[in-house]
């Protein structure tokens, strides 16, 4: 064996025979109960504390039954969809704005804030498919001005369309701070939906393509560029006095007049001013507001032009005017 791994012989030690002469005093041995004792209760207290804290925590996280808002965890969710909604905003504005408006009023491109819209019609799976195929995918034009946004053929990402989709979709009882795209100032920003929007029961149903919301040509009701009513019974027979003539323009989506007046029971003329360069407008004549019901349609020109609608007789009554591609643009009509 070799000599290092030999046993070495060591000394057992143990205390000096006095201190095992004195057996277990009575005192040592209450002391050895209190100690023990007390062990208990600090492990029972320690324990307790784990359980108080995996208690607490389970409330903090998951919130407090009866106290709305308390969950840190719905809220760190809440604070993930404003920040997303606040990002589409920003990405919105600077790459959409120009087309639909810094409010989705329209302009080039579609009104996008209409209730009637957000309600159904622009769902998150359907921006997508626009934000994808592109303005194309709307109403089948190849010639479509919007292009394609999503990567890889646009310029925004995955997350970027899924922002985009988050603030367009956003609630109006989502507010956050941006960016004022008119001053450029913080502002509150909110969403244009309302969550609680229900579809008039005399609202028409948003149609797949947005250019079948506008008359199409026609021969009674429609635009004709020539004075002269072509299929409509004649406006002013020979001898009545001259057909009365409206004129209204439009300009920075908002018409020049807001409140008009017109005979009753006479045909009249609208002389309907496009100053949009390249946005369409239109004017439509509904009953009582301009929610009500549609009675006249005039064909939707793009500007800059100028056309004359053929009004039919309207009985006497308020009525309201619109322009279909931009909703917001309205006007009321009395005719007397
Ligand atoms: C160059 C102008 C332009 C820009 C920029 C633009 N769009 Fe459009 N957008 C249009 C036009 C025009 C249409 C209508 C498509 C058609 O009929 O050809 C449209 C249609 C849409 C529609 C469908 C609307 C409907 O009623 O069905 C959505 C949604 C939309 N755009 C979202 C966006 C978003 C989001 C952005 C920014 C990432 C954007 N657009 C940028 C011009 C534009």
């Known amino acids: 064996m070799r000599p290092d791994l030999q046993p070495v012989k060591r000394d ?3 205390s000096s025979p006095t201190a095992h002469r004195i057996g277990l005093s009575s005192e040592r041995a209450s002391q050895i109960v209190r100690q023990s004792g007390s062990a208990r209760w600090v492990a029972f207290i320690g324990v307790s504390l784990i359980a108080l804290f995996v208690i607490g925590y389970y409330f903090y996280d998951l919130g407090f039954p009866g106290v709305a808002g308390s969950s840190r965890l719905v809220k760190s969710q809440q604070d993930q969809v404003v920040t997303d909604v606040s ?3 920003d990405l919105f504005q600077a790459n959409c704005a120009r087309c639909h408006g810094s409010q989705g009023q329209g302009g080039i491109g579609p009104v996008l804030n209409d209730q009637m819209k957000l309600l159904a019609h622009l769902n998150p799976q359907y921006i997508l498919n ?3 195929v592109g303005g194309r995918y709307v109403c089948g034009d ?3 001005l919007m292009p394609v946004w999503a990567q890889p053929v646009g310029p925004l990402n995955y997350q970027e369309v899924n922002e985009i989709i988050a603030w367009l979709r956003a609630p109006n009882d989502l507010t956050f701070t941006g960016t004022d795209p008119a001053t450029g100032q913080p502002a509150r920003i909110s969403g244009w939906r309302d969550p609680n929007f229900v579809q008039p ?4 149903p948003v149609p797949a393509c947005w250019k079948d ?3 199409k040509p026609s021969a009674s009701a429609g635009a004709s560029t020539a004075p002269s009513p072509s299929g409509a019974p004649s406006a002013a027979p020979s001898g009545a006095p001259a057909v009365t003539v409206i004129k209204i323009t439009a300009q920075n989506i908002a018409f020049d007049q807001t409140d008009i007046t017109v005979p009753a029971g006479q045909p009249f003329q609208i002389e309907f001013t496009n100053n949009d360069a390249g946005i369409p407008h239109n004017i439509a004549i509904a009953e009582g507001s301009p929610t009500g019901n549609v009675v006249f349609k005039g064909d939707i020109v793009t500007g800059v032009t ?3 609608y053929n009004v039919p007789a309207l009985q006497a009554g308020t009525y309201g005017f619109l322009c279909q591609v931009h909703p917001n643009m309205t ?3 009395t005719a007397k």
């Open 12 to 14: 057992r030690l143990s």
């Open 142 to 144: 190849p010639n479509s």
């Open 201 to 204: 029961p005399t609202a028409t």
């Open 306 to 308: 100028t056309t004359t």
């Open 130 to 132: 626009v934000l994808t």
């Open 213 to 215: 919301a506008f008359a």
């Open 87 to 89: 990002r589409g905003y």
């Open 331 to 333: 006007g009321t009509i």
